[in-house]
T-cell receptor
Framework: AQSVTQLGSHVSVSEGALVLLRCNYS??????LFWYVQYPNQGLQLLLK??????LVKGINGFEAEFKKSETSFHLTKPSAHMSDAAEYFC????????????FGSGTRLQVQP | GAGVSQTPSNKVTEKGKYVELRCDPI?????LYWYRQSLGQGPEFLIY????????DSGLPNDRFFAVRPEGSVSTLKIQRTERGDSAVYLC?????????????FGSGTQLSVL
C-alpha cells in the first residue's frame, strides 16, 4: 500500500521568501513521486516528478524537490515566492506494481502575501 | 482545444437521480483516468482505461458507479441513484499510456452537487 502525507494544509509566505511544502510518503517498493499544482478554476498541472534518476529534481516555474529515501520525503521548494505561485499543491506517489493509479496527499494551499 | 475537456462543468441533481459525466481526452492519448476530489482532500482514484477496456476499476466505491470508453477516446462516468455523499469534483485525466511514472493531463473537472 502507498500513502502520502502533506504537513500543513495552509502555508503563507511573503513575496520573495522561500517556499517549502512538505511531503512524506510510504511505499513498500521504490516509488515514483510527483508534485502537481492546481490554480483556481484550472486542472491539475505537473510541476515535477522523481523517477529514480537524479534525486534533486527541477520543475517548472523555478520549483525543485529532493528525494530523500532515508527520510521518505519529497519536499517542494522555491527560493523566492511570486504572487502567481498562490495555488494548491498536491504530492502524489505511484510505483511499478502494475497499478497506474496515483495516490495523492490532501494538498497544501499556498498563500503569497505582498 | 488541445487539453482534456470535461462536460458539464457543473451538475446539480437530486438524490436518487442518474447522472452522466463526460470526458474528452487529448487526441492520441490511450490512457484515461477518473478521479474524485472531495472538499479539502486530494484526488482519489476511481478507474483507469487503457484503450477501450477498464484496466483497473478498483477505486469505484460501489456498483452505482460505472464508466465506459467504447471507442477508446471519449469516456462517460455514470452514477446511478445518486446520494448526497457523491457530491464532489470529478476529474478526468489522460496520458500516452507509457507507464506509472508518466505525466497526466487533467481536465478542469465536473462539480457534482447532489441535493
Amino acid at each position: 500500500a502507498q500513502s502520502v502525507t502533506q504537513l500543513g494544509s495552509h502555508v503563507s509566505v511573503s513575496e520573495g521568501a522561500l517556499v517549502l511544502l512538505r511531503c512524506n510518503y510510504s511505499s513498500s517498493v521504490p516509488p515514483y513521486l510527483f508534485w502537481y499544482v492546481q490554480y483556481p478554476n484550472q486542472g491539475l498541472q505537473l510541476l515535477l516528478k522523481y523517477t529514480s534518476a537524479a534525486t534533486l529534481v527541477k520543475g517548472i516555474n523555478g520549483f525543485e524537490a529532493e528525494f530523500k529515501k532515508s527520510e521518505t520525503s519529497f519536499h517542494l521548494t522555491k527560493p523566492s515566492a511570486h504572487m502567481s505561485d498562490a495555488a494548491e499543491y498536491f504530492c502524489a506517489v505511484s510505483s511499478d506494481t502494475g497499478r497506474r493509479a496515483l495516490t495523492f496527499g490532501s494538498g497544501t494551499r499556498l498563500q503569497v502575501q505582498p | 482545444g488541445a487539453g482534456v475537456s470535461q462536460t458539464p462543468s457543473n451538475k446539480v441533481t437530486e438524490k436518487g437521480k442518474y447522472v452522466e459525466l463526460r470526458c474528452d481526452p487529448i487526441s492520441g492519448h490511450t490512457a484515461l483516468y477518473w478521479y474524485r476530489q472531495s472538499l479539502g482532500q486530494g484526488p482519489e482514484f476511481l478507474i483507469y482505461f487503457q484503450g477501450t477496456g477498464a484496466a483497473d476499476d478498483s477505486g469505484l466505491p460501489n456498483d452505482r458507479f460505472f464508466a465506459v470508453r467504447p471507442e477508446g477516446s471519449v469516456s462517460t462516468l455514470k452514477i446511478q441513484r445518486t446520494e448526497r455523499g457523491d457530491s464532489a469534483v470529478y476529474l478526468c485525466a489522460s496520458s500516452l499510456g507509457q507507464g506509472p511514472n508518466e505525466k497526466l493531463f487533467f481536465g478542469s473537472g465536473t462539480q457534482l452537487s447532489v441535493l
